[in-house]
């Protein structure tokens, strides 16, 4: 039986309004995928309006978009996606549809869970 | 004899420059508390502004100010609230006096202290 | 034999641009050495323009610079320095030998290495 990989963690509470502080952290994603981590992001606070739909299909278009590209690395390197739905709803002012797929829509206390459970977690 | 609950550390940096910033932090340790976690929110950089009683009283007399809301919910919940002394008085350039009750001014190494003694900590 | 001292890391994310927000990481990491912790920071997405050879030079000719004061202390109690080299050059925009001296130039997977080998880091 193999051994269970150990989880880490990264949040993201920028997003397009600070396109900076939204890419590195996904590429610190790849990084601990590729180190054998079972990695996760968390977006919260401005963080869900990286995911939505219609933002992401503008920046495909325009092209050469930083997070774009390592939003992708990150989901073909097995980066887990969660966001909070809280943030999604009430700050961001998105309804659950407007999200990409392939991202869970979890409340504020999966926050608390997944950094329990993670052996590390980072903060952007 | 009860076991004793794990601690929970929430630092906040920002203040009403940023209010999307601080209230999701006071939710999230909202949350923690209610998950039986002994949990505290720590102020710093511009987050002791937050604490003072004439913007406090302000942002009262406005109303709906979300920061509030989950300030009190915090307190409500058990949430200890720690500020630390040198941004109170070298960044935000505010007397002691001029911080609410129940909080508690304690100087910068008590982070480290509450860093080292918490389960984990959030970031904001 | 002497016990190794526990692992402490700050990660310094902010620039000349928030200075607000460089200096407390540094008094921070300060404190977490005369504490007896083996203490790094690590300057990532705006950070590594704090490293510049040529702002730091500025900085001290005006002085008075709290960040300045900081780092110099920080230094001075042993606290170790990493910059995040894919944040230097593609964020930065600077090159290698722009960095002041004393400061390891590393990769990002670095950061993981730091945090999964910290007891405690703090993000900032």
Chains 1, 2, 3 share one sequence.
């Not at 963080?47 to 050469?64: C, F, I, N, V, Y």
């Amino acid at each position: 039986m193999e051994e269970a990989k150990k989880k880490f963690l990264i949040v993201v509470t920028h997003g397009p309004e600070d396109i900076d502080r939204t890419y590195a952290p996904l590429f610190m994603a790849s990084i601990a995928a590729s180190m054998e981590l079972d990695t996760s992001v968390f977006y919260m606070i401005k963080g869900p309006l990286l995911l939505s739909k219609s933002w992401q299909e503008e920046a495909r278009k325009k092209g050469d978009n930083p997070f774009i590209r390592f939003f992708d690395l990150a989901k073909e390197n097995g980066v887990k996606m969660y966001v909070c739905v809280q943030s999604l709803k009430d700050m961001c002012h998105m309804r659950e549809d407007e999200i990409v797929d392939g991202v869970e829509i979890v409340g504020g206390s999966t926050l608390i869970d997944l950094t329990m459970e993670a052996e590390r977690s980072l903060f952007f």
